[in-house]
């Protein structure tokens, strides 16, 4: 009991902080600031440059970007696509119609928090800020999954089913599963069995030799189902085999299972 009530304290006390990236001069950026702080978030201001949102605070996870034309910004539309999954980041975008169907030769519909085409409604954007910021505040105490596939679709589609429930990590191969496992902690792994060049067994083997993530429990996730691919699966003690035919609500049922009645320890995501 007393653990949940400082995990709610720690809720209030959060910073509510945003990046404002844009031309502090203009109208529509000033009144967006104002708004944003009466309702009591901390801002921090930079002009659209890479240099200046990479020095920006580590611990703002909200970025609000107002683009006047995007073929100004293009190198930081590229930046901000290599750092949104790393570094947990809500991007929203302010900017014209034209603008906005561009804005996706960057960044996918995914990556992007919410785009507010010109003329806004500065109260619609103030109470999207609060609610994106509601929403990663209880994201942040979410169970956390890391997703092994070589198939770029079924990585996305899991992706996607995942997303609502758990913080998601996704890597297309063993090498990029320890770079992914070297920087966050997560609760549970779901391995494809058959990958190229290093395969599931092996991916899990060199898991499981790493010390820091030894106890994370994994799952081999696969399309195999021949008797021989399942009994050198369940030689290897995985905490479960499920395969890709699964249904959704089944596959979701069951995650949900293992986490109930998994005694987890809590976990800081590094």
């Given at each position: 009991?007393?653990?949940?009530?400082?995990?709610?304290?720690e809720?209030?006390?959060?910073?509510?902080?945003?990046?404002?990236?844009?031309?502090r001069?203009?109208?529509?950026?000033?009144?967006?600031?104002?708004?944003?702080?009466?309702?009591?978030?901390?801002?921090?201001?930079?002009?659209?440059?890479?240099?200046?949102?990479?020095?920006?605070?580590?611990?703002?996870?909200?970025?609000?970007?107002?683009?006047?034309?995007?073929?100004?910004?293009?190198?930081?539309?590229?930046?901000?696509?290599?750092?949104?999954?790393?570094?947990?980041?809500?991007?929203?975008?302010?900017?014209?119609?034209?603008?906005?169907?561009?804005?996706?030769?960057?960044?996918?519909?995914?990556?992007?928090?919410?785009?507010?085409?010109?003329?806004?409604?500065?109260?619609?954007?103030?109470?999207?800020?609060?609610?994106?910021?509601?929403?990663?505040?209880?994201?942040?105490?979410?169970?956390s999954?890391?997703?092994?596939?070589?198939?770029?679709?079924?990585?996305?589609?899991?992706?996607?089913?995942?997303?609502?429930?758990?913080?998601?990590?996704m890597?297309?191969?063993?090498?990029?599963?320890?770079?992914?496992?070297?920087?966050?902690?997560?609760?549970?792994?779901?391995?494809?069995?058959?990958?190229p060049?290093?395969?599931?067994?092996?991916?899990?083997?060199?898991?499981?030799?790493?010390?820091?993530?030894?106890?994370?429990?994994?799952?081999?996730?696969?399309?195999?189902?021949?008797?021989?691919?399942?009994?050198?699966?369940?030689?290897?003690?995985?905490?479960?085999?499920?395969?890709?035919?699964?249904?959704?609500?089944?596959?979701?049922?069951?995650?949900?299972?293992?986490?109930v009645h998994?005694?987890?320890?809590?976990r800081?995501?590094?």
């Amino acid at each position: 009991m007393e653990a949940e009530v400082n995990n709610e304290l720690e809720k209030e006390q959060r910073p509510r902080k945003v990046l404002i990236i844009g031309n502090r001069n203009e109208f529509l950026v000033r009144s967006v600031i104002n708004d944003l702080l009466w309702r009591h978030f901390e801002i921090e201001e930079v002009e659209p440059t890479v240099t200046e949102i990479s020095r920006a605070d580590e611990s703002i996870k909200i970025y609000i970007i107002f683009i006047e034309r995007i073929a100004d910004v293009q190198n930081l539309l590229v930046y901000l696509k290599d750092v949104i999954f790393d570094k947990k980041l809500s991007v929203c975008v302010v900017c014209n119609h034209l603008d906005a169907l561009e804005l996706e030769n960057y960044v996918t519909k995914d990556e992007i928090a919410a785009v507010f085409e010109r003329p806004v409604n500065i109260k619609e954007i103030g109470s999207a800020i609060d609610e994106i910021f509601q929403k990663s505040s209880t994201a942040e105490t979410r169970r956390s999954i890391l997703i092994v596939d070589d198939d770029p679709t079924f990585l996305h589609k899991t992706q996607q089913l995942f997303r609502d429930t758990y913080k998601v990590y996704m890597a297309n191969s063993a090498a990029s599963a320890l770079m992914v496992l070297s920087k966050h902690t997560v609760d549970l792994i779901l391995l494809d069995y058959e990958m190229p060049i290093v395969g599931g067994p092996q991916a899990y083997e060199m898991i499981k030799a790493e010390p820091s993530v030894a106890d994370t429990p994994i799952m081999f996730l696969t399309g195999k189902t021949d008797m021989q691919s399942v009994k050198k699966a369940i030689s290897l003690k995985p905490a479960h085999y499920l395969t890709k035919t699964l249904p959704a609500s089944e596959l979701l049922a069951t995650i949900s299972y293992f986490f109930v009645h998994h005694s987890l320890p809590g976990r800081e995501d590094g």
